[in-house]
Every structure is written in structure tokens, then in C-alpha cells.
T-cell receptor
Framework: DTEVTQTPKHLVMGMTNKKSLKCEQH?????MYWYKQKAKKPPELMFV???????INESVPSRFSPECPNSSLLNLHLHALQPEDSALYLC????????????FGPGTRLTVT | GDSVTQMEGPVTLSEEAFLTINCTYT??????LFWYVQYPGEGLQLLLK?????DKGSNKGFEATYRKETTSFHLEKGSVQVSDSAVYFC????????????FGKGTLLTVNP
């Protein structure tokens, strides 16, 4: 099984809402990632978790709050977002090694109104 | 710092034409190199990878060779199909405990019947 799953597929939220994105993998990977991708751009790294601990935060605003409850699950909690946060949010996972590839999920298309 | 430069396109080809998408990189040490493909409305899929100089990655008729002397990892396919229409991203990952993937800007390929 080389699949990373993400829910929901699409999400529309107002600027005062609180919502969460969910990511799951069962490949035994111990590194998990959140990326943000705007249209016609490459993905931009937001957060990296290694062994369930946050190891990289790419200066992401606090309205995005990641959580890694266990080695298979990664959440991204959203609160008080802005319209410019509308994007495709991608989750990825990898073994913990410098040469290993990252496996990406299909993404959640987020629209902030 | 690390960087990846790839031809931005868009690239438009007829079915069965030969494809080359150029990719060059700048990195410290000996990075691993990747090509990812993103079909419309989907997440990224790993297409192929190479982890050391002179390695050739191949998958689904696509090939790329890790050339340390020219710091390049050009993507090639001998005969493209309409189903190959997608955005292609070249990426590198430096070794050690660095989890970051550095992406090129992406190349949109359109294959016409």
C-alpha cells in the first residue's frame, strides 16, 4: 500500500470558521508533511513532522495549526483564515532518510470566502 | 542554498513526438533527484528518481539520468501520448536529515492527438 489519503477533497469555509484537514498513511513512514500549492505554482512546504514531533515550521501563520496524533495520522487545523489562503493543501509522507522519496496525497482544495 | 531550474513551457507536442524537459540544479553535497507529475485536479505522483551520479531513473517510458558534471536531470520520453498531458516538476532533496524537497517551477505539457 503506497497510498496517502486526504479528507475532505473539497472544503469551503468562511473567515470565522474553524475546520480541520486530515491525512492518513499506512506505509510505516515516520516523516509527514503539509504543503500549500497555489495555481500554476510548485508546492510550498509548511510543516514537517518526524517521529510525531514537529521538526520544521516554515514560518507559517498561527491560523494554521498542525497536529500529529500518531504515526499514521496528520491533521491541519484551520482558524480565521483569509481569502488568500485558498489553495490546494497537500499531505506527503516518507521514510526518515535523506534520499527517500515523498509520497503525496490527492490534496484538499480549500476555498476561503 | 539549493535551487532547481527547469524549462517553464508550456510545451505542446503531437502524439508520438519526442519529449525533453530540461532540469538543472544547484545543491550542496550529493542530492537525490526526482521527477514528479501532477495531472489536472490531482496531487503529485513520483515519476522517477535517481540518488547518485550516473544513475538512470525510468518509469512508464520516461527516463532521466543524474549528470553530476553538468548538474542536470533532464526528463525524456521517446513517444508521448495524450494521457501524458500534465505538469511535470523536477525536484531535489539534499542528503542527511534535511527533509526539504526543493521544486522547480513546473512545466505544463500538452499532447494533442
Amino acid at each position: 500500500d503506497t497510498e496517502v489519503t486526504q479528507t475532505p477533497k473539497h472544503l469551503v469555509m468562511g473567515m470565522t470558521n474553524k475546520k480541520s484537514l486530515k491525512c492518513e498513511q499506512h506505509m510505516g513512514h515516520r516523516a509527514m508533511y503539509w504543503y500549500k500549492q497555489k495555481a500554476k505554482k510548485p508546492p510550498e512546504l509548511m510543516f514537517v513532522y518526524s517521529y510525531e514531533k514537529l521538526s520544521i515550521n516554515e514560518s507559517v501563520p498561527s491560523r494554521f495549526s498542525p497536529e500529529c496524533p500518531n504515526s499514521s495520522l496528520l491533521n491541519l487545523h484551520l482558524h480565521a483564515l483569509q481569502p488568500e489562503d485558498s489553495a490546494l493543501y497537500l499531505c506527503a509522507s516518507s521514510r526518515v532518510s535523506g534520499s527517500d522519496e515523498q509520497y503525496f496525497g490527492p490534496g484538499t482544495r480549500l476555498t476561503v470566502t | 542554498g539549493d535551487s532547481v531550474t527547469q524549462m517553464e513551457g508550456p510545451v505542446t507536442l503531437s502524439e508520438e513526438a519526442f519529449l525533453t524537459i530540461n532540469c538543472t540544479y544547484t545543491a550542496t553535497g550529493y542530492p537525490s533527484l526526482f521527477w514528479y507529475v501532477q495531472y489536472p485536479g490531482e496531487g503529485l505522483q513520483l515519476l522517477l528518481k535517481a540518488t547518485k551520479a550516473d544513475d538512470k531513473g525510468s518509469n512508464k517510458g520516461f527516463e532521466a539520468t543524474y549528470r553530476k558534471e553538468t548538474t542536470s536531470f533532464h526528463l525524456e520520453k521517446g513517444s508521448v501520448q495524450v494521457s501524458d498531458s500534465a505538469v511535470y516538476f523536477c525536484a531535489l532533496r539534499s542528503g542527511g536529515s534535511n527533509y526539504k524537497l526543493t521544486f522547480g517551477k513546473g512545466t505544463l505539457l500538452t499532447v494533442n492527438p
